[in-house]
Antibody, heavy 118, light 110 residues
Framework: QVQLVQSGGEVKKPGASVKVSCKAS????????MHWVRQAPGQGLEWMGR????????NYAQKFLGRVTMTTDASINTAYMELTRLTSDDTAVYYC???????????WGQGTMVTVSS | DIVMTQSPLSLPVTPGEPASISCRSS???????????LDWYLQKPGQSPQLLIY???IRASGVPDRFSGSGSGTDFTLHISRVEADDVGVYYC????????FGQGTRVEI
């Protein structure tokens, strides 16, 4: 079945960087955009950006420009999201999610908790 | 960015009774192809979001028929015909016409 499995939780200090991975299975990884969405504790969902694995074309939310980099490794069906210059406001659960042919987020990873604390 | 506004933000419900959530967008979500690019997601406690409704009114695979979506342009509604205990969680609308944006979420509780 179609599945996205993310890397484990991270604890980082302010100013550091974090790289979260998302391994896909059950479908042709290169055919679909992978998006990243985050959720701060007790808050709503926030779209961060997307990447098309077969072309590496990316689009990032204005808020994260200059701090986020999304990449993929098609040889292992894995997408990555790196966020730099972390602050406490970046403490959140980070989700990867696939956009399907109809244009909806039909599969989600389990989420990766990133905690930024000194 | 397109701003999505949901109401109410908290919705107490009674099992067996109907419920509805409103979602309004700052710009029309009606594409020239006739589709409204509006999705509904449910995030159950401790879980990742799950797709309920897409293109405004189409139920995703496996979603019970007590869930339905309506609306067009800038005004949309999620309807639950008869609430069940398993329906508790936070419901989000999301526009997919431009760079995706979500509503604030509506917490549904028994």
């Amino acid at each position: 079945q179609v599945q996205l499995v993310q890397s484990g939780g991270e604890v980082k200090k302010p100013g550091a960087s974090v790289k979260v991975s998302c391994k896909a299975s059950g479908y042709m990884f290169t055919d679909y955009f992978m998006h990243w969405v985050r959720q701060a504790p007790g808050q709503g969902l926030e779209w961060m950006g997307r990447i098309k694995p077969n072309t590496a074309v990316t689009n990032y939310a204005q808020k994260f420009l200059g701090r986020v980099t999304m990449t993929t490794d098609a040889s292992i069906n894995t997408a990555y999201m790196e966020l730099t210059r972390l602050t406490s406001d970046d403490t959140a659960v980070y989700y990867c999610t696939r956009k399907n042919d109809v244009g909806t987020f039909d599969v989600w990873g389990q989420g990766t908790m990133v905690t930024v604390s000194s | 960015d397109i701003v999505m506004t949901q109401s109410p933000l908290s919705l107490p419900v009674t099992p067996g009774e109907p419920a509805s959530i409103s979602c309004r967008s700052s710009q029309s979500l009606l594409h020239s192809n006739g589709n409204n690019y509006l999705d509904w997601y449910l995030q159950k406690p401790g879980q990742s979001p799950q797709l309920l409704i897409y293109l405004g009114s189409i139920r995703a695979s496996g979603v019970p028929d007590r869930f339905s979506g309506s609306g067009s342009g800038t005004d949309f509604t999620l309807h639950i015909s008869r609430v069940e205990a398993d329906d508790v969680g936070v419901y989000y609308c999301m526009q997919a016409l431009q760079a995706e944006t979500f509503g604030q979420g509506t917490r549904v509780e028994i």
